[in-house]
């Protein structure tokens, strides 16, 4: 993948990131329990924070791809399984979970092993 496809996937997380927050703040608010709506939303916050992170990636040279692609794993992993938990009440999502923090985890590292050897 190259780092203006990778700049593309991750503008795209970043109007998602503000579309499902909107719609936490406005469609879910007295729809789920408090402890739900907040692993919603921590879902959303993580998510913001990681676009950034790769927004930063794909500005680097060479491309962190996998610093890149850990941030984006752990979207998916982190953000997604708290989404749809939230959503569905299906707890064992809540098992995935921290498999996305450990690629957030990984993520921050590997960038900042880019940034060393670059």
């Known amino acids: 993948m190259t780092a203006r496809t990778a700049f593309r996937v991750t503008c795209l997380l970043g109007f998602l990131a503000v579309a499902l927050g909107a719609f936490g703040a406005h469609g879910l608010?007295?729809?789920l329990?408090?402890?739900?709506?907040?692993?919603?939303?921590?879902?959303v916050l993580y998510q913001f924070f990681h676009?950034?992170?790769?927004?930063?990636?794909?500005?680097?040279?060479?491309?962190?791809?996998?610093a890149w692609l850990s941030f984006l794993t752990g979207v998916v992993l982190f953000s997604g399984s708290l989404y749809v938990l939230a959503l569905t009440g299906i707890l064992?999502?809540?098992?995935?979970t921290p498999f996305g923090g450990v690629a957030f985890l990984a993520g921050w590292l590997l960038l900042g092993w880019a940034k060393w050897e670059g």
Not at 33 to 43: A, D, F, I, K, P
Not at 92 to 96: K, M, N
Request: hydrophobic share 50%; no cysteine; aromatic share 12%.
């Open 29 to 31: 608010e007295g729809r």
């Open 33 to 43: 329990t408090e402890r739900l709506l907040r692993g919603y939303q921590t879902g």
């Open 51 to 66: 676009v950034l992170a790769m927004l930063v990636a794909t500005r680097m040279r060479p491309f962190p791809f996998a």
């Open 92 to 96: 064992w999502l809540g098992a995935i």
